[in-house]
């Protein structure tokens, strides 16, 4: 672990697209899921060991790099799905394996993303698990305009979103960006291991696009959808779900307009895209 892992620089600058990371959050990523990851080797389940993924930058605190985005379709009929890489068998060390990846922007868009902080465990991150790929609304979110006007378990609709470019709560300003909480191919699946999702509508959103170039571009056209962006809500510290404008506390450490988890105060910039690799964990055996 580098120092700079250990103690993050705290930095007021905001950058909206970065280039490549290296080794440094690499090395970091031991601390990320779990003490014992070993980068040597792939142990036996399907999937995991080094992985290049694009993602929301970490600004503060003790998460050792950002956390993955989904890439958002939008359907005929208005609404939101996390688009899911192709499925396909491939020989892996001798033996066939079944595999959710397509190249996206010169990156390999894989199940292998989510796959820390124990969600390598949880039945939607299978490449062949019977799910739809919709956004669902989650229990309990954080939003009162979410506990008011839409219900648990309904698919997340574009309509829902129609105030994003003047919504605000009583966190940070108002105008940055709307919110919900979703879940992801967790359909009838126990809340403990459902896949959370952070999804913002944001202009901020079709501004990065404009400005971006290269692949980092070409991965924003491809992974963001009418200025909506989806994060798998996992925090890379300890595994927390983290918000935007979801906590007071994010206040009082410059996180009130970004994503801010209250475990240990970590901050996420979902305006700000980088592609980083960590160590995947293997998905459980099939
Ligand atoms: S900062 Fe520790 S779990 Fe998020």
Not at 9 to 34: C, E, M, N, P, Q
Not at 260 to 273: A, E, G, L
Request: one cysteine or more; aromatic letters at 12%; proline letters at 7%.
């Amino acid at each position: 672990m580098t120092s700079d892992d250990k103690y993050p620089k705290v930095s007021g600058r905001r950058r909206f697209v970065k280039g490549v990371v290296g080794g440094a959050a690499l090395a970091g990523i031991g601390t990320a899921t779990s003490g014992t990851v070993n980068t040597m080797t792939n142990p036996s389940g399907a999937g995991g060991g080094v992985t290049e993924y694009f993602g929301i930058e970490k600004l503060f605190g003790p998460a050792p790099r950002g956390m993955p985005q989904i890439p958002v379709v939008i359907d005929d009929d208005g609404f939101l799905m996390g688009l899911w890489p192709k499925v396909s068998e491939i020989i892996e060390g001798g033996r066939k394996v079944t595999v959710a990846q397509q190249e996206i922007a010169g990156v390999t868009y894989s199940s292998d993303w989510f796959q820390y902080c124990g969600v390598q465990t949880y039945p939607g991150v299978k490449p062949l698990a019977d799910q739809d790929n919709y956004f669902r609304y989650a229990n309990n979110p954080p939003y009162k305009w979410q506990k008011e006007e839409v219900s648990p378990g309904a698919k997340v609709h574009i309509d829902d979103f129609e105030d994003y470019v003047t919504w605000g709560n009583s966190i940070g300003k108002a105008g940055v960006g709307k919110p919900a909480f979703a879940t992801w191919r967790s359909q009838d699946v126990p809340p403990q291991v459902q896949m959370p999702v952070q999804l913002i509508r944001s202009t901020i959103v079709d501004n990065l696009i404009s400005n971006a170039q290269g692949e980092t571009k070409q991965w924003l056209q491809e992974s963001c959808s009418q200025g909506f962006i989806a994060i798998l809500d996992k925090c890379t510290h300890f595994c927390c779900v983290p918000g935007f404008k979801s906590f007071t506390d994010s206040e009082k450490f410059d996180g009130a307009d970004l994503i801010y988890c209250q475990c240990h105060q970590s901050v996420y910039d979902p305006f700000s895209i980088i592609k980083d690799r960590f160590v995947a964990l293997p998905r459980t055996e099939e």
